[in-house]
T-cell receptor, first 113, second 113 residues
Framework: KQEVTQIPAALSVPEGENLVLNCSFT??????LQWFRQDPGKGLTSLLL?????REQTSGRLNASLDKSSGRSTLYIAASQPGDSATYLC????????????FGKGTHLIIQP | SQTIHQWPATLVQPVGSPLSLECTVE??????LYWYRQAAGRGLQLLFY??????ISSEVPQNLSASRPQDRQFILSSKKLLLSDSGFYLC????????????FGSGTRLTVV
């Protein structure tokens, strides 16, 4: 059974710092990996998707990397801003069918102004 | 463009009452549809998924059921709510293909009292 772990569970840093959020998964035979952002009481917003054949994806100040063989992904946030405060969730998709995503429990991020 | 609608946003229901949450998708045909529940401290749990009209797969035994009466409509129901059914319910859709991720609705906060 696929398990996804996110470290750290919570992180509080001053504005302007560069951050790395970590995600690890037990079954390396993934189809793709997706990073989401969740604001309090809201749904999930997709940030980046990395296909199993890819190493990284970038969007603005966000960069996600994938090392399938070691079962790891990192989300890099450059020049953090208070608006980046949210919970960040990592999710893996095992197959190309209808199977759902397996989620980590998230990293709760607070950026101090 | 594709959009997903989920309602109601919040719901407070007494124990033993029925439940009906609705989710509709626009801008795509024959999507895979999903219901997830997010409980405090437990992360996101897949409850049901559907690959087509009338086709429902359940991931965990529980007090809930799901139905898909139309291609882009997914309904989560219960005949009698339990306290343990409280949580944040999220609907999502996806299509087959490694380049495609999951898109989530805005969620329903259900409190059973």
């Amino acid at each position: 059974k696929q398990e996804v772990t996110q470290i750290p569970a919570a992180l509080s840093v001053p504005e302007g710092e560069n951050l790395v959020l970590n995600c690890s998964f037990t079954d390396s035979a993934i189809y793709n990996l997706q990073w989401f952002r969740q604001d309090p009481g809201k749904g999930l917003t997709s940030l980046l998707l990395i296909q199993s054949s890819q190493r990284e994806q970038t969007s603005g100040r966000l960069n996600a990397s994938l090392d399938k063989s070691s079962g790891r992904s990192t989300l890099y946030i450059a020049a953090s801003q208070p608006g980046d405060s949210a919970t960040y969730l990592c999710a893996v998709r095992l197959g190309g069918g209808a199977d759902g995503l397996t989620f980590g429990k998230g990293t709760h991020l607070i950026i101090q102004p | 463009s594709q959009t997903i609608h989920q309602w109601p946003a919040t719901l407070v229901q007494p124990v033993g009452s029925p439940l009906s949450l609705e989710c509709t998708v626009e801008g795509t045909s024959n999507p895979n549809l999903y219901w997830y529940r997010q409980a405090a401290g437990r992360g996101l749990q897949l409850l049901f998924y559907s690959v087509g009209i009338g086709q429902i797969s359940s991931e965990v035994p529980q007090n809930l059921s799901a139905s898909r009466p139309q291609d882009r409509q997914f309904i989560l129901s219960s005949k009698k709510l339990l306290l343990s059914d409280s949580g944040f319910y999220l609907c999502a859709w996806s299509v087959v293909g490694a380049a495609y991720g999951y898109t989530f609705g805005s969620g329903t906060r259900l409190t059973v009292v």
